[in-house]
């Protein structure tokens, strides 16, 4: 469990940067293809929507566009941000103001944006936990009644307290309970610990993560260990959530959800319905 992470010997938790450039604007047309998007043909089968009426495949649909949406107002935000990090760097004498149109453009832009990058970066946090909740909820196209559908987290605790009696659909359950640390840590321990509910005492900023110089623009969180001393800065936990990376765990995760899904889909129609669980002991 996180409480028990946040108490061990290691000081750093959440996300590694991916330390490379990224071209947002490519990234961002590749992931307006949603990676469900040949599972939810293979279950709508053709057959139109009932008018007025949306199901668990719209609420996918909707948290995947919410969730690309707050990628589209966060990479840019991001971009900007790093090409701007050292102004020292840019042509320009000491104390002076910039010399080219464009970097006077940049600097009014970056000002402009600075103040809403903490808020991009939780609605990307905050969409990706709802896409995650939503995305589970397809599971019960192929799995029988057992798991949470509403949870992730709680769809992920049954798995793992089962899983050395899985038997069918073995696969699905090892990934979900053993592939997907990410989820743990940042994206519900941040969430809920230091977004949502009250938490420990806690000091975070945004910072430049990654080796030498980062690319992106992330959150830092400091937990202290001794949040009562006065010296409290001398032990601390680091947390780390980078956009980038959480973006390609996910998409990483999706893109397997489908092709699972499908094949699952394609051996139900093959079989009996009854054949089609996941043969959890109660």
């Known amino acids: 469990m996180p409480e028990l992470l946040i108490e061990s010997d290691e000081w750093h938790f959440g996300h590694v940067p ?31 929507p009932i008018f007025g009426l949306r199901d668990d495949l719209d609420a996918y649909e909707q948290a995947y566009q919410f969730y690309y949406l707050s990628l589209s107002r966060f990479l840019p935000a991001s971009s900007l941000a790093w090409r701007c990090r050292d102004r020292k760097w840019w ?37 990706a936990r709802i896409l995650m909740d939503c995305t589970i909820r397809l599971s019960r196209l192929f799995l029988k009644p057992g798991p949470s559908f509403t949870s992730f987290s709680d769809h992920k605790k049954f798995l793992q307290k089962r899983l050395a009696a ?45 080796a030498p110089r980062g690319f ?45 899904g499908v094949a699952a889909r394609r051996t139900i129609s093959e079989i009996t319905p009854e054949a089609d669980a996941v043969n959890c002991p109660p």
């Open 91 to 127: 042509p320009r004498k000491r104390g002076g103001g910039f010399k080219s149109l464009n970097h006077r453009e940049l600097g009014k832009k970056y000002v402009e944006a600075l103040p809403f990058i903490l808020y991009d970066l939780w609605n990307c946090l905050f969409h």
């Open 166 to 210: 899985i038997t069918d659909h073995r696969e699905y359950a090892l990934f979900i309970a053993e592939k997907t640390d990410w989820f743990d840590i940042p994206i519900k321990l941040v969430r809920d610990k230091f977004f949502v509910h009250a938490g420990p005492r806690h000091e975070r900023f945004l910072t430049f993560p990654g």
């Open 18 to 48: 991916l330390n490379r450039r990224l071209n947002y604007r490519k990234e961002l047309r590749r992931l307006r293809v949603d990676p469900l998007e040949q599972f939810l043909r293979q279950v709508r089968g053709g057959e139109k």
């Open 216 to 260: 992106e623009i992330g959150l830092t969180i400091m937990l202290p260990t001794k949040p009562q001393d006065k010296q409290w800065a001398k032990e601390i936990k680091h947390i780390t959530v980078s956009i980038p990376r959480l973006m390609d765990d996910i998409d990483t995760f999706l893109h397997w959800f489908n092709d699972y």
